[in-house]
């Protein structure tokens, strides 16, 4: 406990606050345009998601560590590592999705337990890709590698998806409420993709040929 108590500021202090702000005001600005130009319910919620997409941007670069080739032998493991930056983060994320939703005006904002789902699901599935490309990389900052692959994946997924397994459908399509099944197993998903690749990847000894 000592160990990841000492770990705090020091790790706060290099979480890349800059990306996250650039893409937090990105979002809100994406959030606050059905209310600037008056636009009905089906934009309201295409510009929520947009909203929702470019924070996850901004977490693709959570777990870059400049110095982890420093740092990596400390005693402390990678997946308290990779948690504690997750949970300096989420105040903020909380605090952000907060005034995204609250931007949407309310004659116009999707059911908030769904969406909310939604949301979280994209911020696991970017912390879960981050954690894939530190666990199977040696690049110390992969943030700008898992951004384009999130960027390509939420431009890819709506046109390989089945039509009967569509994730990104509207508040008033019949698929609503299964859709919303199969967010709640993408962040299930997420999760268990998050927690594999947190563990500290096995190294294997290198055996000499004798000639």
């Not at 949970?87 to 337990?113: E, F, H, I, K, T």
């Given at each position: 406990?000592?160990?990841?108590?000492?770990?705090?500021?020091?790790?706060?202090?290099?979480?890349?606050?800059?990306?996250?702000?650039?893409?937090?005001?990105?979002?809100?600005?994406?959030?606050?345009?059905?209310?600037?130009?008056?636009?009905n319910?089906?934009?309201?919620?295409?510009?929520?998601?947009?909203?929702?997409?470019?924070f996850?941007?901004?977490?693709?670069?959570?777990?870059d560590?400049?110095?982890?080739?420093?740092?990596?032998?400390?005693?402390?493991?990678?997946?308290?590592?990779?948690?504690?930056?997750?949970?300096?983060?989420?105040?903020?994320?909380?605090?952000?999705?907060?005034?995204a939703?609250?931007?949407?005006?309310?004659?116009?904002?999707?059911?908030?337990?769904?969406?909310?789902?939604?949301?979280?699901?994209?911020?696991?599935?970017?912390l879960?890709?981050?954690?894939?490309?530190?666990?199977?990389?040696?690049?110390?900052?992969?943030?700008?590698?898992?951004?384009?692959?999130?960027?390509?994946?939420?431009?890819?997924?709506?046109?390989?998806?089945?039509?009967?397994?569509?994730?990104?459908?509207?508040?008033t399509?019949?698929?609503?409420?299964?859709?919303?099944?199969?967010?709640g197993?993408?962040?299930?998903?997420?999760?268990?993709?998050?927690?594999?690749?947190?563990?500290?990847?096995?190294?294997?000894?290198?055996?000499?040929?004798?000639?």
């Amino acid at each position: 406990m000592r160990g990841v108590t000492a770990l705090v500021v020091p790790v706060f202090r290099a979480l890349p606050w800059r990306v996250l702000g650039a893409s937090a005001a990105a979002g809100l600005l994406l959030a606050g345009l059905p209310r600037l130009f008056g636009l009905n319910a089906w934009w309201a919620l295409l510009l929520l998601r947009g909203a929702v997409l470019a924070f996850a941007l901004g977490l693709a670069f959570v777990l870059d560590d400049p110095a982890r080739h420093t740092t990596a032998p400390v005693p402390t493991r990678r997946w308290v590592r990779h948690a504690l930056r997750a949970a300096l983060v989420a105040p903020a994320a909380g605090v952000w999705w907060v005034g995204a939703v609250l931007l949407v005006p309310g004659s116009l904002r999707p059911p908030l337990a769904d969406v909310t789902l939604e949301a979280g699901a994209v911020f696991a599935v970017a912390l879960a890709v981050a954690a894939a490309a530190v666990h199977r990389t040696d690049e110390p900052t992969p943030g700008t590698l898992v951004a384009a692959t999130l960027l390509a994946s939420a431009a890819l997924t709506p046109l390989l998806l089945p039509d009967d397994w569509a994730l990104f459908v509207s508040v008033t399509d019949e698929r609503w409420g299964p859709a919303h099944d199969r967010w709640g197993m993408v962040l299930a998903g997420a999760v268990v993709v998050w927690g594999v690749c947190g563990t500290e990847p096995v190294r294997r000894r290198g055996v000499r040929a004798a000639f």
